[in-house]
Structure formats: structure tokens, C-alpha cells
């Protein structure tokens, strides 16, 4: 049973349909007390800005449900605003405090000449062979990205995959069993799907 975090940011409805498609039973989270309901995985999608999905995630009593599931090192994957959330803090509009479960910062693309958002299909290289979430995809397969913001890592030993545009950035970070990707697997056809089905099914 995939529990899909529901804090009304993002594309809902295309995450849960890709993870019924790769093999999941989907049941949507809209606040702690489903948290109690035989979860085996956890999956925090969302687009849109950092500062409203920390915001989303308190006014529906779900920060600390978040936060307490990864302590307990279950089956997590974030995506996007999912990713971006697990580290200490971002600097889009301000300074906003994140679940602090990596060490590290969000922050704008810094290089110059590029066009921001990067939105569109960009290559991700495998930095982490021994990744899971990898299995049956090829090394610098391309994924659909949105965004304007990327991780900081204070840790290297985390990025398991990693893109570049205008500079190099980690576009995959894996700590354990928590997972998470800065692309939409559910808008990047068939490794999405593949991606999804191993983490379905390998992080257990």
C-alpha cells in the first residue's frame, strides 16, 4: 500500500495514476491519522513554490507524520517539491526551514545563459550504481524536469544522480531507504514508469 501525501500542491492525480500503472495500490494521505492505515511506502509529490508546501504540510498535520516516518527509515520518495523538501532549508523567496532529514540547501540555478524554469527532458547521469531505483534504466536516460530551484547537498555520498543544466546538479539523492528526484516520473514515459516499479517493489 503506497501512502500518496495529499497537501493540494502539484499534479495529483498524474502521480497516483503513474504509480497504479507501475504495480502500486495508491491511497491518498490528506492528514496524520492516515498514517495509521498499513502503509508500506510514502510518496510527497508536488510543483509550486517551497515556501507553500512546508506551509500545506502544517495546516494539515502532516509535518510531523513526514518527518517521523523518514526517522523511521521506511520507504519514502519525494518528488520535486517532495525532494526538495527533506533538506535543512531553501532560499526561494526568503528562507524557509525544510524537514531537515539531509543536510543541505535549496537554491536557484545559479549559471548564467539559461533559461529558468528548466522545464523539458534533460539527461540524468547514474551516479550510484548500487541505486535501486535505477534497476533496467540506462545511464543518461532523459526525464521530464520543471523547475527553477536545485539541491545542495552538503553530503556527495548522497546524489545517486545527476544532471546538468547550465551547471551540474543532483537530480536523484538516496540516503537508506529514502529516495528522491528533482524530474516528474509520472510525466517521463516509460523510465518513469520503470523507476516507480523498482521503487515499489525493491525499497520494502
Known amino acids: 500500500m503506497i ?5 493540494g500542491m502539484g499534479n495529483l492525480r498524474s ?12 491511497r491518498r494521505i490528506c492528514c496524520c491519522d ?13 510543483q509550486g513554490a517551497f515556501r507553500d508546501c512546508v506551509a500545506h504540510l502544517h495546516q494539515n498535520g502532516l509535518w510531523g507524520a513526514v518527518q517521523q516516518w523518514l526517522a523511521d527509515d521506511r520507504p519514502f520518495l519525494g518528488i520535486c517539491l517532495g525532494l526538495q523538501a527533506l533538506f535543512d532549508k531553501s532560499y526561494e523567496n526568503g528562507v524557509h526551514d525544510g524537514l531537515g532529514h539531509l543536510r543541505g540547501s535549496v537554491r536557484r540555478f545559479s ?8 522545464i523539458g527532458w534533460n539527461q540524468v547521469d547514474i551516479r550510484r550504481q548500487d ?3 535505477f534497476n533496467g534504466i540506462p545511464d543518461s536516460s532523459y526525464f521530464y524536469f520543471d523547475h527553477s530551484f536545485v539541491v545542495k547537498p ?5 546524489v545517486a544522480g545527476e544532471t546538468v543544466y547550465g551547471e551540474p546538479f543532483a537530480s536523484v539523492v538516496w540516503k537508506n531507504r529514502c529516495y528522491a528526484v528533482q524530474f516528474h516520473p509520472e510525466k517521463s514515459q516509460k523510465v518513469g514508469l520503470q523507476l516507480l516499479e523498482n521503487f515499489i517493489r525493491n525499497t520494502g
Open 3 to 7: 501512502g500518496l501525501v495529499d497537501y
Open 15 to 26: 502521480v497516483e495514476k503513474a504509480l497504479q500503472k507501475a504495480g502500486g495500490e495508491v
Open 34 to 46: 492516515d498514517f495509521e492505515k498499513g502503509l508500506d511506502h510514502l510518496v510527497v509529490p508536488g
Open 111 to 118: 549559471a548564467s545563459g539559461i533559461k529558468i524554469p528548466q
Open 131 to 133: 541505486c535501486t531505483l
Open 154 to 158: 552538503d553530503d556527495g555520498g548522497v
